[in-house]
Nanobody, 121 residues
Framework: VQLQASGGGLVQAGGSLRLSCAGS????????MGWFRQAPGNEREFVAA????????YYSDSVRGRFTVSRVGYKNAIYLQMNSLKVEDTAVYHC???????????????WGQGTQVTVSS
């Protein structure tokens, strides 16, 4: 499984950004996919996840109501719409994937490279 994230950048507090992640694998099985982030000096933390058909989503308390994770049908491609961004949202955001909904929030099997999100005050 390969994951490619994009869409990071610099934005002012209160602004919006949209991250994208495209996944590929040798089979046609849809992946459970999600986002984690890691700020300097902090541990990597779960942000959001979505199940294989988009019917189930999970969010951390810190982003619920501001971020929205979505996917395109059964494709292994997801988005993270981030609104009302705060300075504390600054981090490297990583796309992650797994075959299990139980694992995606804690220990996903597959990781992509990160994309930097910087929110200025």
């Amino acid at each position: 499984v390969q994951l490619q994230a994009s869409g990071g950048g610099l934005v002012q507090a209160g602004g919006s950004l949209r991250l994208s992640c495209a996944g590929s694998r040798r089979t046609f099985d849809p992946l459970v996919m999600g986002w984690f982030r890691q700020a300097p000096g902090n541990e990597r933390e779960f942000v959001a996840a979505i199940n294989w058909n988009g019917a189930v989503t999970y969010y951390s308390d810190s982003v619920r109501g501001r971020f929205t994770v979505s996917r395109v049908g059964y494709k292994n491609a997801i988005y993270l719409q981030m609104n009302s961004l705060k300075v504390e949202d600054t981090a490297v955001y990583h796309c992650a994937a797994d075959d299990s909904l139980e694992s995606i929030r804690t220990k996903p099997a597959f990781w992509g490279q990160g994309t930097q999100v910087t929110v200025s005050s």
